[in-house]
């Protein structure tokens, strides 16, 4: 019977002999549990979740995309971000499995037995298919926006201070669409707070009579429309 520390020194083994080998050989560059893509404007980022219990240690990947500039106005520590944490001013952030076609947390676990690398490669694969081309899409996305630009960042500052007040994520995109003002945040449906604060930022923009826009939607960061202001019937 195989202990928990078996365990442990398998998974181990595979991250240090498979994995991060495997990784590299994708294009990414990093160490330990954290690796980068390389591109001028963005850290392009993949981390190593782990989730150890007694006997089992499951692991999934983080993906985050990071404009540089962003990060050295932060002037955190580090040489680069982790993309394991939450920053709040990310241009994107998932777990690799909201990327894949089932939609949801995947984890993997390295167990023993003649087909231990299995859980590996397919991990692997999921980056090499999954992870790495959303990252480059973000990022490209970030670059090229669809809309017209309503705000520039540093004309953004007055209300994400408001925003970081609030204990509200930050406003990373504010654009124009089909007669709409886009913004664009690090925000979750179920976030009430996050949904009233922004109630009154709408209003704040509405109020200004711009007749570029009638409505003020709010997305989240993989696109997806959280609230519209004033709400549709």
Request: hydrophobic share 40%.
């Amino acid at each position: 019977m195989t202990t928990a520390h078996e365990l442990r020194e398998l998974h181990a083994k595979g991250l240090r002999e498979h994995l991060a080998p495997a990784l590299r050989a994708l294009g990414l560059t990093g160490w330990r549990r954290t690796f980068s893509l390389p591109d001028e404007t963005h850290w392009l980022l993949l981390g190593l979740v782990e989730r150890p219990t007694a006997d089992r240690v499951p692991f999934t990947f983080d993906l985050s995309v990071v404009r540089r500039t962003d990060w050295t106005v932060a002037d955190l520590p580090g040489h680069r971000p982790d993309p394991r944490t939450r920053y709040g001013f990310e241009t994107w952030r998932a777990r690799i499995g909201e990327v894949l076609p089932v939609g949801e947390d995947v984890w993997w676990e390295v167990l023993p037995g003649p087909r231990w690398q299995l859980p590996l490669d397919d991990a692997v694969a999921a980056v090499r298919h999954y992870g790495l081309p959303e990252l480059r899409r973000r990022a490209e996305a970030d670059r090229a926006p669809t809309g017209e630009t309503y705000l520039l960042p540093t004309e953004l500052e007055t209300v994400n201070a408001a925003l970081e007040a609030a204990s509200v994520a930050r406003v990373r995109r504010a654009e124009l669409a089909d007669k709409a003002l886009l913004l664009t945040g690090a925000w979750t449906r179920g976030d009430g707070v996050a949904r009233t604060v922004l109630a009154g930022v709408a209003q704040g923009f509405l109020s200004a009579g711009d007749e570029r826009f009638r409505t003020v939607r709010c997305l989240d960061t993989l696109g997806r429309e959280l609230w519209t202001f004033p709400a549709e019937d």
